[in-house]
């Protein structure tokens, strides 16, 4: 601790100094000088200092102060409460009143200031006073570096307000922001040293002191997040920060809730308070979105930790519109969170269903946004993001149908939230109801008819047409329905018929009234628009239908025309030989791995419930 005088920040004072102490720690007393006797005893958190009041009360204001009032007492003995940085402290502020050289760092200068102004040691007293000496070093060295100011925030988390008090935390907050802003200058040109090299060695390059701001409590990481905000700071800069943070404070949280989620909220720990705590502010300091792209397995993560620790519902609802925001880029098992209450079904739906919610006023807004019903429909970018999230969605409910907990209620909710233009083709609605009526054989038969409205047999393809006709899970309802559309499906194959009646029946429908008002007017011409479009849409993929069925018609009148077989029996030998429901396997589904039921795309990927 002792170090030499020429130390540029060693700390002694100008008047002579008496001979080298020894000290002699005992458990009662610690003794500065052994040659000298001394004359008065400071206690300090029940450690006692044997001292001479003539170094101390020429320095320390507070100690000449309390040596006058224990002359009328005739007490020799003091004693100092609640000194900032405990008896280590005080030592070292004793040594700079003897005149003793000892280093000030970045680990002692914060409780030296914080002493010194307790033991009120100002200029008043004498020149170059122990707060003059630690302001020289905090002005000079601390708040110049960026790691030396977190390293000396951290150390005031342990001291009590006085370091608020003398300014320590908020000159070190604004050091931080401001050298932050320096670096951010530089690695402007660090990147450009980095373009050869890998991600992992440019995101070491280019923000290394993300690190070290982990290691401040969530108050002032709080406080110095805002300041980098103010300061001009990137915002993905700040995200990678806060996602380095919640890495760091947010380890292993959740554990117990995961098997006992039937645990009273007041029985909550101090630990999972605290976790709550850090979670709700990193929420609260997220960009704005349109500013940085936040990782949607991020949001998602954080979400899922608000729920086991019981987040406010503001910091839920914030992180669910956030994921709405970009919801098309969202995987399927991002979307499977656990649902943590007792008797409940096996995955948080209605968390998922107030995403979606969100995630089509997003849509909403952009439509209202726009100048011209030429940009809206199929081709606009929000109905292509609505596209992909309905493939999503009908994933979703194909892993979520099989849970026998799931009632019918929220799987109608989920079923009808989206609009009908939101799909091209119902397969993966099929499937999902199809999985769901297999996993709940006690449905009612109103009950399945209620679900199976939600198909439209006009939106099916030839294989998911052909499972369906063979499907008694079905009401006999849909089962017509479905043999119906495919019978009309091969009168327009036989005939050539590309659909235009119906397609011209839709566009005579929606015809825009006269009594209609401007923006009512408006509105229908857009929705019509939206509909003409996705019916193009659907013929198109009608008519890849038709020329695969042409391919295998005409390979079977090949192979078939010395057998004296009609025209009408190889068409049917052609529709056979395209289904995908009925395979080897004796009809029973075949497993799939989650990556590839989670695409949303039909085809011979796709896996079907079959009887």
């Not at 009120?120 to 100011?149: P, W």
């Not at 233009?421 to 449905?443: E, N």
Request: hydrophobic share 35%; charged share 25%; with cysteine.
């Amino acid at each position: 601790m002792v170090s030499s005088s020429d130390s540029p920040f060693s700390s002694s004072s100008s008047t002579s100094r008496s001979p080298a102490p020894k000290f002699c720690n005992n458990s009662f007393t610690t003794r500065i000088f052994s040659d000298v006797a001394g004359d008065i005893t400071i206690v300090v958190d029940g450690e006692s200092f044997l001292l001479h009041k003539f170094p101390l009360v020429s320095r320390s204001g507070k100690i000449r102060k309390m040596v006058a009032d224990a002359k009328d007492s005739n007490s020799s003995k003091l004693e100092l409460h609640n000194i900032p940085g405990g008896p280590q402290t005080f030592e070292l502020a004793v040594k700079f009143c003897y005149g003793m050289n000892f280093e000030i760092t970045t680990a002692n200068v914060a409780s030296l200031r914080c002493a010194a102004e307790y033991l009120e040691m100002t200029e008043d007293y004498r020149d170059e006073n122990l707060i003059a000496r630690t302001e020289v070093y905090l002005n000079e060295v601390v708040v110049q570096s960026l790691e030396k100011s977190v390293e000396v925030l951290s150390i005031c988390e342990m001291l009590p307000p006085v370091a608020e008090e003398v300014g320590i935390v908020n000159r070190c907050v604004e050091a931080v922001a401001v050298n932050a802003c320096k670096e951010q200058l530089v690695s402007g040109l660090s990147r450009l040293d980095c373009n050869g090299e890998s991600a992992e060695l440019k995101s070491g390059c280019l923000e290394w002191w993300i690190e070290d701001l982990s290691a401040l409590g969530i108050d002032y990481y709080q406080r110095v997040v805002c300041a980098m905000g103010r300061a001009g700071i990137r915002p993905d800069s700040i995200t990678a920060s806060l996602m380095h943070y919640a890495q760091a404070s947010l380890k292993g949280i959740g554990k117990f809730q995961i098997w006992n989620p039937a645990r009273m909220k007041s029985n909550r720990t101090m630990a999972e308070n605290d976790q709550r705590t850090i979670l709700e502010t990193l929420v609260s300091l997220l960009p704005n979105e349109k500013s940085s792209s936040i990782p949607q397995n991020f949001l998602f993560g954080m979400l899922r930790m608000g729920i086991m620790v019981d987040a406010s519902i503001a910091c839920k609802l914030e992180l669910e519109r956030r994921i709405a925001f970009r919801l098309e880029m969202v995987s399927l098992d991002d979307l499977l969170i656990p649902s943590i209450q007792t008797g409940d079904s096996l995955f948080d739906v209605d968390t998922v269903h107030r995403i979606l919610i969100n995630f089509l006023q997003r849509i909403e807004d952009e439509d209202n946004d726009n100048c011209g019903y030429e940009s809206e429909g199929l081709g606009s970018p929000g109905h292509g993001s609505l596209l992909k999230v309905g493939r999503l969605i009908d994933a979703y409910l194909a892993e979520i149908a099989p849970d026998p907990y799931l009632s019918l209620q929220k799987f109608i909710a989920m079923l009808e939230i989206l609009p009908d233009y939101s799909r091209v083709i119902d397969d993966g609605l099929y499937r999902a109801i199809d999985i769901y009526l297999k996993a709940h054989p006690m449905l009612t038969e109103h009950e399945c008819k209620k679900l199976c409205k939600f198909i439209d047999c006009q939106k099916l393809s030839q294989e998911a047409s052909n499972h369906a006709a063979q499907n008694d899970r079905l009401p006999v309802q849909m089962a017509v329905r479905v043999l119906y559309f495919e019978q009309l499906r091969l009168q327009n194959a036989l005939s050539g018929s590309s659909g235009d009646g119906f397609l011209s029946q839709r566009m005579s429908s929606g015809v825009p009234s006269a009594a209609m008002s401007p923006r009512d007017n408006y509105a229908s011409l857009r929705r019509e628009n939206r509909e003409l479009k996705l019916e193009i849409s659907r013929m198109r993929v009608r008519l890849s239908e038709l020329e695969k069925e042409q391919m295998f018609m005409k390979q079977g009148m090949i192979d078939k025309s010395g057998n004296g077989k009609t025209f009408l029996t190889s068409i049917s030998k052609g529709i056979g030989r395209i289904g995908i429901f009925n395979g080897p396997t004796g009809g029973k589904r075949q497993k799939s791995s989650r990556k590839s039921r989670g695409d949303g795309k039909t085809g011979r990927s796709r896996r079907y419930s079959v009887s």
